[in-house]
């Protein structure tokens, strides 16, 4: 038998968060799956079933975690101590992009990211990837191969001389249309943006042309929005028409409801009610900004506001393609409950997305994405995931779905199917 096959009911403990703060638990439920998609979800399975049986209890199954923000050309430029933003990114970030020119060394990295992250539950993964189109091809191909959910973004720059990344962003767009053609919303599994990188390497003409081009063509934007105070500053110098780092991306056009604005550490009220106004997503990635020494971003002004919010390992400032890291970083940021970290790396993420309908639930009608978990059953629902978060980690991974196949498993869980 296929494993798993088109139509099967999964047999398991469920942990969701259909809103932040309210854990919902389904113990000894069951889920039907078929064609990819949750159809059924009960309390009282049937006792007898043609359908075969996918039985993980007594472990636990949760929505796929979504990462909204990472670097997957960063790889190899992980822990790099020592430096601020600015100076990191020209000392180690660009030269390491640089070397994605090379579609091979592009495939290997690609690989490489797309399993580290399936491994550690993640089956959602939005990408800030290189200016090179033939690598973004490249990343797109390994994803599919990967099995990933994943939204990928073609870096634009065209005001970073020293860089040697600087590319025409006319150009650039030409030469992705194919691509947009192939990948661009298929099977709701892979998804294009444009990655104007930040004010600071793109000119005003770029950035406005990027937010005509996603409009035309249903592209998520997405870019960093105030990380680093001297980041402040210099994108200040740059637009000196702007009263803040935000309305710069506003006055060109780049703030809309399919916006992810990373970071967003050192924003003014002003600027959070203009991201609310707007529609745009902000993504937390608090373990990149303890390590770049960034600042402490003050989750409880984007609650305050309602901006949908996400969060992001932002590898390579971050360490790993984990979100189980990253929320406890997000713990650490603030105190708070664990469904409430568990709501943002799932259902918050979704709707951060726009995309609340279909992914990070266990719901009917919602693609079957899950991880299952391991975990005593007796426990507490919210000790188990207390443990996961702060202990575990992705050592409780056993398997990871995504449209209800397999795509990630331990030799120990890879159990038999029951006719
Ligand atoms: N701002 C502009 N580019 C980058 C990047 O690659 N990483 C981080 N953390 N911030 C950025
Ligand atoms: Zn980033």
């Known amino acids: 038998m296929i494993f798993p096959p088109e139509r099967y009911w999964l047999r398991a403990n469920f942990l969701d968060t259909p809103k932040r703060g309210q854990l919902r638990v389904l113990r000894d439920g069951a889920l039907r799956i078929e064609s990819g998609r949750i159809v059924v979800r009960t309390s009282t399975p049937p006792e007898r079933t043609d359908l075969p049986v996918l039985d993980v209890r007594p472990s636990w199954v949760i929505p796929g975690l979504m990462d909204l923000h990472t670097h997957p050309p960063q790889t190899r430029v992980r822990?790099?101590?020592?430096?601020?933003?600015?100076?990191?990114?020209?000392?180690?970030?660009f030269p390491e992009?640089?070397?994605?020119?090379?579609?091979?060394?592009?495939?290997?990295?690609?690989?490489?990211?797309?399993?580290?992250?399936?491994?550690?539950?993640?089956?959602?993964?939005v990408g800030f990837m290189t200016v090179h189109v033939e690598a973004l091809g490249v990343a797109l191909?390994?994803?599919?191969?990967?099995?990933?959910?994943?939204?990928?973004?073609?870096?634009?720059?065209?005001?970073?001389?020293?860089?040697?990344?600087?590319?025409?962003?006319?150009?650039?767009?030409?030469?992705?249309?194919?691509?947009?053609?192939r990948w661009h919303g298929r099977e709701e599994r892979f998804f294009l943006s444009l990655s104007p990188r930040f004010a600071l390497a793109c000119t005003e003409a770029c950035m406005r042309e990027a937010a005509a081009?996603?409009?035309?063509?249903?592209?998520?934007?997405?870019?960093?929005?105030s990380e680093s105070l001297p980041e402040v500053r210099e994108a200040l110098r740059l637009y000196p028409w702007a009263s803040s780092y935000t309305e710069i991306y506003d006055r060109v056009?780049?703030?809309?409801?399919?916006?992810?604005?990373?970071?967003?550490?050192?924003?003014?009220h002003e600027e959070l009610r203009r991201i609310r106004e707007k529609g745009a997503a902000v993504v937390h990635c608090p373990t990149a900004n303890y390590f770049l020494h960034s600042g402490v971003m003050p989750r409880e002004a984007l609650l305050a506001h309602e901006i949908p919010f996400g969060?992001?390992?932002?590898?390579?400032?971050?360490?790993?393609?984990?979100l189980w890291e990253v929320m406890r970083d997000a713990y650490f940021v603030r105190r708070e409950a664990p469904e409430n970290l568990f709501y943002d790396a799932t259902a918050g993420g979704a709707r951060a997305l726009g995309m609340e309908d279909r992914l990070g639930l266990l719901d009917v009608g919602y693609h079957a994405d899950f991880v299952v978990m391991r975990a005593n059953r007796e426990e507490d629902p919210e000790e188990i995931l207390r443990n996961w978060i702060f202990v575990e980690r992705e050592r409780a991974v056993e398997a990871v779905y995504v449209q209800g196949r397999c795509v990630a498993s331990c030799d120990a869980c890879c159990r038999p199917l029951t006719a």
């Open 79 to 93: 822990g790099r101590a020592g430096l601020t933003l600015l100076a990191w990114l020209k000392t180690y970030v």
């Open 141 to 181: 191909e390994e994803a599919e191969a990967s099995g990933l959910r994943v939204m990928l973004g073609l870096t634009l720059m065209d005001r970073a001389p020293e860089s040697g990344l600087e590319r025409d962003p006319r150009a650039q767009l030409r030469e992705m249309e194919p691509l947009i053609s």
């Open 311 to 322: 969060l992001g390992s932002d590898v390579g400032a971050g360490m790993r393609y984990s």
């Open 97 to 125: 992009e640089r070397r994605f020119e090379d579609p091979a060394y592009a495939r290997d990295r690609y690989r490489e990211v797309f399993q580290e992250a399936l491994q550690a539950g993640t089956t959602f993964l």
């Open 253 to 268: 056009g780049l703030l809309g409801p399919r916006t992810l604005l990373a970071h967003g550490v050192h924003l003014q």
């Open 213 to 225: 081009f996603a409009q035309a063509h249903d592209l998520w934007i997405q870019t960093h929005l």
